[in-house]
């Protein structure tokens, strides 16, 4: 299965805007997803996998999604789901390749944090943290994406650039 990256509009069967009864519908032929709210804050998490590729379904406003992430099965788990933005393997192909082909059309990337490197103006964040053995480069860095979260146009402006 492949599940297309499509920024700033979703991830998958799940579109930014859904509502939570809409975005349960999207994943449960893959599952009885799991909904969660938090209540210090307006956030509802609603949770599945698809072959083993987590995604997580967030709904910070008004109880529509505001973001989709999806994560790697972890090492030594094998799937056959691609995880796919303009035709490329998000989990599969290195990541600082992934990242130079985002330059190269024309996208702005923050790697500041380079576990944690940002295209802004598409609404992309990327995760390669993990404690996991995973190959790694020399300073240490997965070679890979662990985690990959689609969201509206200016999400990170509010949510990961305020988050330190």
Not at 22 to 41: D, F, Q
Not at 84 to 100: N, S, T
Not at 122 to 141: K, M
Request: net charge negative; aromatic share 6%; proline share 8%.
């Amino acid at each position: 299965m492949d599940l297309l990256l499509e920024p700033p509009h979703g991830a998958g069967p799940v579109r930014l805007g859904m509502t939570l009864d809409e975005a349960v519908a999207a994943v449960s032929p893959w599952g009885e997803p799991r909904v969660r709210t938090r209540p210090n804050r307006v956030l509802v998490t609603v949770s599945a996998k698809c072959d083993k590729v987590g995604v997580e379904v967030l709904l910070e406003e008004e109880n529509t999604v505001t973001a989709v992430e999806l994560w790697w099965p972890g090492e030594g788990r094998e799937t056959s789901t691609r995880v796919l933005l303009d035709g490329e393997d998000v989990f599969r192909a290195p990541a600082d390749e992934l990242l130079a082909r985002a330059v190269a059309r024309g996208w702005t990337v923050d790697a500041e944090n380079p576990e944690n490197p940002l295209v802004p103006g598409v609404s992309l964040g990327f995760t390669r943290q993990t404690s996991q053995e995973v190959p790694r480069n020399a300073d240490g860095i997965p070679v890979h994406f662990t985690s990959v979260l689609v969201a509206a146009e200016n999400y990170y402006d509010y949510r990961y650039k305020n988050a330190n």
